[in-house]
């Protein structure tokens, strides 16, 4: 068997898809019996292929939204004949999908998609509700996706969920210094602080009741904790800027912009929690990554969280401030807790690997594949 995978509308590795598909990737080896291929733009023969000794068949496509889309409505399942596959995999397919698929097919979907519908054009709308209804499996990353599909009229007995996978090698618990100087390069980052890892788009990420949660635990405790929020700037950037800027704790609070992927490790370890209160989240993999790394999470009920994060995290309400702060406190004064959460939570997080992300999905792949 030969499966292809869809590399486009994966930025080049530099979005949580391209994260997702270079993490995949690195898993799939060729075999006897099976041959992965993937495809996509030029610039993109190297990005997802170290470390495996999987192919790469280039499509020579203006690097443009429009040009791919119609490649993918009008020319994809050509090629894909062509190339002999007998299975696709498309990690974003949200991005782009053919309208049907003669060569069967299997799409992954790991945003909320209703979510995502709010910015699309009822035409875009149209086009994804009907793709992920032809296509023959869809494999989504929690059941809170799932049942997100589910009331968009997709079929459930498509969709199969697989959890997507941390990497074990880059967050694991290691020591940190002692010192309250805590250089995490490219910052110098002052412990103790907790930390919020989410791109800043959308004010259902609950950045400012954090902010507000955040003084209220201030105004009790007088902890001399920060509060490090670490993301892309997004649509919501300016307005989380302004109410950082007008708290009594200003000083406190740390906005870094951009972080750098590599050094996501020791920002984790450094913390000493993980608040994480988006009520968007249909993955959640920055809550097994600090639990990976040994520290307690506090996050919201909403989305999938509640789900990737058992019962090894404090749940709280995401507007409801107060009870933000008082998952904060307990974070950072309950030893006895604090050694609790931090023992299930390594536990826990050990449970997901991209090792059986990968063979779930091989097996989704074969399900569907042509003989």
Known sequence: MKFGIDTFGCEHGRSGLGSYLLSLTQKFQN??????????????????????????????????????????FFICNYFAKKQKYSA??????????????????VAVVNEIVSEMFETKTFAERMRIRHSLKKVNKIIAPSNF??????????????????????????????????????????????????????????????H????????????????????VLAGSEGGCTEAIKKIALISPF???????????????????AGSEGCIFPSEIEGVGLP????????????????????????????????????????AMEKIATDTKLRKKMIKEGIDWSGKFSWEETARETVEVLKSVAKK
């Not at 019996?33 to 203006?62: C, H, K, M, Q």
């Not at 805590?182 to 602080?193: D, G, L, T, V």
Request: net charge negative; charged share 25%; hydrophobic share 40%.
């Open 31 to 72: 075999t006897e019996d099976i041959e992965f291929e993937l495809f996509g733009a030029e610039i993109d023969r190297y990005t997802y292929t170290r470390d495996s000794n999987i192919g790469y068949e280039s499509v020579l496509l203006p690097e443009d939204d429009r040009a791919e889309k119609f490649w993918h």
């Open 88 to 105: 696709l995999l498309f990690p974003a397919s949200s991005y782009a999908l053919p309208s049907f698929f003669p060569v069967p097919s």
């Open 145 to 206: 996706v799932k049942k997100d599909l589910k009331r968009l009229g997709i079929s459930q007995d498509k969709i199969i969920v697989v959890h997507n996978g941390i990497n074990h090698s880059l967050f694991y618990p290691r020591e940190v210094f002692t010192s309250e100087n805590e250089m995490i390069k490219p910052f110098a980052i002052r412990r103790p602080y907790f930390l919020y890892a989410s791109k800043m788009s959308s004010p259902q990420k609950r």
């Open 287 to 326: 809550v097994l990554e600090a639990m990976a790394s040994g520290i307690p999470v506090a996050c919201s009920k909403s989305g999938a969280l509640q789900e990737i994060a058992g019962e090894k995290a404090i749940l709280f309400d995401s507007t409801n401030i107060d009870e933000m702060a008082e």
């Open 208 to 227: 400012i009741e954090l902010i507000k949660a955040f003084e209220i635990f201030k105004k009790k405790t007088a902890l001399p904790h920060r509060l």
């Open 250 to 268: 200003a000083s406190d609070i740390f906005i870094t912009g951009y972080f750098p992927h590599e050094s996501f490790p020791s920002l984790y």
